[in-house]
């Protein structure tokens, strides 16, 4: 496998792990904080007795404690070197219930703390505002589907981005609009589980609105932070090229590539939404009020991209709108990682290439990649181990296409590994491990990996 140097990505790039905090924290009610749609959703059972919301059952309420432990987790963090730490805050533990006359003190205090312990180990905090947990009263009232949700967010950008403000470098508006509205509002399989188009399309607007709305707001409050958002992309390709079918599969993968990698950010660079590949998009202007256009626009400093795999898509007459099915990778490669994803790192290289090719994006973080596999405890001279080498040559191998990137004029300044330690992986609960640290959840006992000790000897400038 290749021997790689940080050094050669340029000394200006940002190293990074990243988080978000329904995933870690725990603490789902202390301190006086509010319920989210993730908190209702995973303590609610599934009306269908075959299949359960979330693998096992299982919650978010305590998960690796990060509210109670964030002082060993940065000291940890500090141990192995990284520089950068992603994560999000929780909107209900400064709000509890989504507005600004519910102000909770002792929400935001963790916050400070948060921010505080990194810069004293210095690591720099690096913020999303808004990682999926939604507070369920603004979701009793139609969540992203009702307009009031926009302007309630807007009071929260305004209020965090002045309270933390000159202590964070770096914001992100949203994490990945395009899985929160389709996972949560169209296929019903994330919180708040509501399906169909008629959740999706209004979602969609309101969302594109917070990203332009939220992002001109945070510049404002914020003029010398760097501000930008994240988008989930996928590389799609048709399964075949050639004749009738691979003409209309090429089809397909046109529109599957509009709606999970153009949709959020066309609109937020002044194109509007990807209407002339996905006609049915039109649909959406029935949600627009007058100056919409302006309100979608943000001139980013920055784009965050977060990239796990692949996709192949086939033409299929039973799919509306799209008019196309994703072939599951299971079905189709020898090896997937646990989430059942494909392993195709050149993916990222066509995707930066992609993002780079648009007017006005001036600078491109990636700010999530990773992998889960099925990670082994072993015991060697009274200490544990795991010995995660297919982690390690995941991360190499997508590197390695990030750099080819770069070598090629693709302005790309930063990686962010997803993710720090192993944590609640929402509908699929703690079975797959992400981490580069793993975590005993119930001793919560933290275990650096082999790709930990990888990262840390990288992030300290050896050749690995
Ligand atoms: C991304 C999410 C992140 C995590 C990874 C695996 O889509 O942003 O929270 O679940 O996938």
Redesign the pocket.
């Known amino acids: 496998m290749l021997i790689m140097n940080k050094y050669e990505f340029g000394n200006d790039f940002i190293w990074g792990v990243a988080t ?1 905090a329904y ?1 870690i924290e725990g603490a789902w009610n202390e301190d006086g904080k509010g319920e989210s749609i993730w908190d209702r959703f995973t303590h609610t059972k599934s009306k269908n007795p075959f299949k359960e919301r979330i693998y096992q059952n299982q919650n978010g309420d305590v998960a690796c404690d990060h509210y109670h432990r964030y002082k060993e987790d940065l000291d940890l963090m500090k141990e192995l070197s990284i520089p950068n730490y992603r994560f999000s805050l929780s909107w209900t533990r400064i709000f509890p219930d989504g507005k600004l006359t519910s102000k909770n003190q002792k929400g935001i205090d963790f916050y400070h703390r948060l921010i505080d312990a990194c810069i004293e180990r210095n690591i720099t905090p690096n913020v999303t505002i808004y ?2 947990d939604l507070p369920q009263a603004l979701e009793d009232n139609g969540g992203w589907t009702n307009r009031d949700t926009y302007l309630r967010f807007l009071d929260y950008v305004d209020f965090v981005t002045k309270e933390y403000n000159d202590k964070v470098p770096r914001w992100f508006i949203l ?2 609009p395009f ?1 929160f509205t389709v996972l949560g509002y169209f296929l019903g399989i994330h919180a708040p589980g509501r399906k169909g188009f008629a959740n999706f399309y209004p979602a969609i607007h309101h969302v594109t609105l917070a990203q332009g709305d939220g992002g001109k707001i945070a510049k404002k409050n914020c003029p010398n932070a760097e501000i930008g958002t ?1 988008f ?1 992309c996928s590389y799609i390709e048709p399964v075949s090229k050639d004749g009738f079918w691979g003409i209309l599969n090429q089809g397909a993968a046109i529109r599957f590539d509009a709606l999970l990698n153009s949709l959020f950010i066309e609109p937020m660079l002044g194109m509007g939404y990807p209407v002339d590949r996905l006609p049915s998009l039109k649909t959406l202007e029935k949600y627009y009020k007058e100056g919409d256009e302006e309100r979608m626009k943000f001139n980013a400093d920055f784009i965050g991209i ?1 990239n ?1 795999t692949r996709e192949l898509v086939q033409w299929s007459p039973f799919m509306p709108v799209i008019w196309g099915t994703i072939i599951e990778a299971k079905k189709r490669c020898e090896k997937t990682t646990e ?1 059942g994803w494909e392993i195709y790192p050149e993916g990222i290289y066509h995707l930066l290439k992609k993002y780079a090719s648009y007017p006005n994006v001036k600078k491109i973080y990636i700010t ?1 990649n ?1 992998a ?1 596999f099925p990670d082994q405890l072993v015991e060697e001279d009274g200490k544990i181990r795991i010995h995660d080498i297919e982690r390690i040559n995941f991360l190499k191998s997508y590197l390695e296409q990030v750099l080819r990137a770069k070598k090629e004029g693709v302005p790309v300044y930063g990686y962010f590994i ?2 720090f330690i192993d944590n609640f ?2 509908a699929e609960g703690y079975r ?1 491990r ?1 981490g580069i640290v793993y975590v005993d959840y119930q001793t919560q006992k933290r275990y650096v990996k082999d790709s930990g000790y990888w990262y840390r000897d990288f992030l300290e400038g050896k050749d690995v």
């Open positions: 978000a995933q990682h999926w994490n990945e899985a994240t989930s977060q796990y989430m999530e990773g889960a997803w993710t992986e929402w797959p992400f």
